[in-house]
Antibody, heavy 122, light 106 residues
Framework: EVQLVESGGGLVQPGRSLRLSCAASGFTFSNYWMGWVRQAPGKGLEWVANIKQDGSEKYYVDSVKGRFTISRDNAKNSLYLQMNSLRAEDTTVYYC???????????????WGQGALVTVSS | DIQMTQSPSSLSASVGDRVTITCRASHSISNYLNWYQHRPGKAPKLLIYDASSLQSGVPSRFSGSGSGTDFTLTISSLQPEDFATYYCQQSYSHPLFGPGTKVDIK
């Protein structure tokens, strides 16, 4: 059974940093693209970032470029999201997700974690 | 950018009802359209990929159709566990997800 478990969420002040982790199990982690998706309170889903199997390709939504870094440790079956210079608008639930990538324009998220809440507030 | 719209934004329905949700893309996305179900406090769940392929383990009352710019998700007989928000998603360019359709109990 595929399981994705996020951790590391919490309350953080504007301008500070936080790192989210996602522990994966039930599949060969190193064989799959992985990503982060977030959902602000009362809002819809927003894709944040994706990372290739070996970490050689990373993609970000414009609003987090230069502030967030996605990474992975295949030996630990873990995905990470380093979030720097956090803003109030980054207050959302962050979901870790496993991707199925067929081509650059044909891909989807087939499994998701339960989410980690990040609150950015002074 | 490709803009995604969904209609309706919300609907009220009863158990046993047939429900149809529409997703429209501003440009053609072939059949690269996916549907997710999201219940409060739960992990989002993939229902349909490539417009009409049912994800493994998803009940057959869910079906998808369409290509190009217009797509439909149909629930043939609404069950209590189906009350949720449904999102469409394309993978051509950001923003990827539609705004969602909330299905609640009439």
């Amino acid at each position: 059974e595929v399981q994705l478990v996020e951790s590391g969420g919490g309350l953080v002040q504007p301008g500070r940093s936080l790192r989210l982790s996602c522990a994966a199990s039930g599949f060969t982690f190193s064989n799959y693209w992985m990503g982060w998706v977030r959902q602000a309170p009362g809002k819809g889903l927003e894709w944040v970032a994706n990372i290739k199997q070996d970490g050689s390709e990373k993609y970000y939504v414009d609003s987090v470029k230069g502030r967030f870094t996605i990474s992975r440790d295949n030996a630990k079956n873990s995905l990470y999201l380093q979030m720097n210079s956090l803003r109030a608008e980054d207050t959302t639930v962050y979901y870790c997700a496993k991707l199925v990538v067929v081509t650059a324009t044909r891909w989807y998220f087939d499994y998701w974690g339960q989410g980690a809440l990040v609150t950015v507030s002074s | 950018d490709i803009q995604m719209t969904q209609s309706p934004s919300s609907l009220s329905a009863s158990v046993g009802d047939r429900v149809t949700i529409t997703c429209r893309a501003s440009h053609s996305i072939s059949n690269y359209l996916n549907w997710y179900q999201h219940r409060p406090g739960k992990a989002p769940k993939l229902l349909i990929y490539d417009a009409s392929s049912l994800q493994s383990g998803v009940p057959s009352r869910f079906s998808g159709s369409g290509s190009g710019t217009d797509f439909t998700l149909t629930i043939s007989s609404l069950q209590p566990e189906d009350f949720a928000t449904y999102y469409c998603q394309q993978s051509y360019s950001h923003p990827l997800f539609g705004p969602g359709t909330k299905v609640d109990i009439k």
